[in-house]
Structures are given as structure tokens and as C-alpha cells.
């Protein structure tokens, strides 16, 4: 019998697995086959979910590799390579390139139902290898750069609950959605990005 590549919708650990409190294992041999299946397979599940990110350690691998895309809306305008596209990163690493924080919401595909605000580094450098293992590096900033912060955690053993110091602004989707006041974390934001993206 050939291979036959198989897809595959993998099932999405949630907060309480010990493996999303694991330090996730670098990838050592990038042409290892099931680095690829496990890839293919994160795509399907990331797609089957309807999110914008997916760490391995969320479907059950303690390995650091994340998948990861921008959407359109989300994309700042400034931003050389904005990310609108699929990233496959193994073994990434960031650096923040300012002390500057912001506040701001964060969902989590292993926490669901839930939102938070989360602090985070508003300016990052990210580095991270691609599949033919070419080193690459991008800036990010804003809900980009929260986005990679998110998933790079996961690799650490850290959900976004252990990041926030203002439990009040940690509740249901569904209960903070109906919440103006909640939603806006003491700023105006407009309806249209009053969203909350899983990562
Ligand atoms: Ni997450």
C-alpha cells in the first residue's frame, strides 16, 4: 500500500490537560515526516475551529510549532508583512523592542467561552524557522504581535488567564459581549472590532 496522506481534525486540549502546562520540546529534525503531518493536521483542525492560531501543545504535541494567520481586519496598515497569510513557525522566539504594553481582549480555542484582557508587549520581534528550515524574522506590533505572544505562551505551558491581574475583565464571551462598558477596557473602540478572535 502507498502513503496516502490522510487529513485529520485533532481534538483541542482545554484548559485543565496538563499538556497545555508542559515546556513544549523543540523540534530537532525538521524533515522528520510527522512534523509535517502534525502541521496538515493543526491546519484542518485550526480550520474546523474557526480560529486564527493554534499552538501543538493544544492538540495534545509538546512540541513548539504554532500556525498562525492575521485576518485582514486585524492587519495594521503600516506593517511590511502583515501576517494575512498562514504562518508555520517551529522553534519561534520573540523579543519585545519596546517596554510599551497595551490592554486588550484575548480568546483562547482551550479556553472556550471565555475572554480576557491581557496585557502585553506592544512592539515584538519574532523569530522562528519555516518548514524547509530557513531562519525567518518579522516586527509585529498591536493585535499581531498579541497574537504571536499568545501562541508562544502555549509553548511556555501558559494560558492567557495567567497573564491578567483584573479578574473583572475575565467572563463568557456571550455575557461580556452584551457589556459595552466591559468590552471597551475604558476606550472607545468601534462595534466592527468588538470581536474576539481564538487563539
Ligand atoms: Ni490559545
Known amino acids: 500500500m502507498g502513503h496516502i496522506p490522510l487529513m485529520a481534525i485533532l481534538k483541542i486540549a482545554r484548559m485543565g490537560h496538563p499538556v497545555l502546562h508542559q515546556v513544549a520540546e523543540p523540534v530537532t529534525d525538521l524533515v522528520d515526516p510527522e512534523i509535517a503531518i502534525l502541521v496538515g493536521d493543526m491546519i484542518d483542525t485550526l480550520d474546523d475551529a474557526g480560529g486564527i492560531g493554534l499552538a501543538a501543545p493544544q492538540v495534545h504535541v509538546s512540541k513548539r510549532v504554532v500556525i498562525f494567520f492575521v485576518p485582514e481586519e486585524r492587519s495594521g496598515d503600516e506593517e511590511e508583512d502583515s501576517a ?3 504562518t508555520i513557525m517551529i522553534n ?4 519585545p523592542l ?4 497595551n490592554l486588550d481582549w484575548e480568546a483562547c480555542l482551550s479556553v472556550p467561552g471565555l475572554m480576557g484582557a491581557v496585557e ?5 520581534k519574532y523569530t522562528w524557522l519555516n518548514l524547509d528550515g530557513k531562519q525567518q524574522e518579522r516586527e509585529a506590533k498591536g493585535f ?7 501562541e508562544c505562551d502555549h509553548l511556555d505551558g501558559k494560558l492567557y488567564p495567567m497573564r491578567m491581574s483584573d479578574f473583572t475583565q475575565f ?6 459581549n452584551r457589556n459595552g462598558d466591559l468590552m471597551r477596557l475604558g476606550r472607545e473602540i468601534e462595534p466592527e472590532n468588538q470581536m474576539v478572535e481564538e487563539v
Open 84 to 86: 494575512t497569510n498562514l
Open 92 to 95: 519561534p522566539d520573540i523579543e
Open 98 to 101: 519596546s517596554d510599551e504594553t
Open 120 to 124: 502585553r508587549y506592544s512592539h515584538i
Open 144 to 150: 499581531h504581535a498579541r497574537a504571536v505572544q499568545h
Open 171 to 176: 467572563g463568557f464571551v456571550e455575557e461580556t
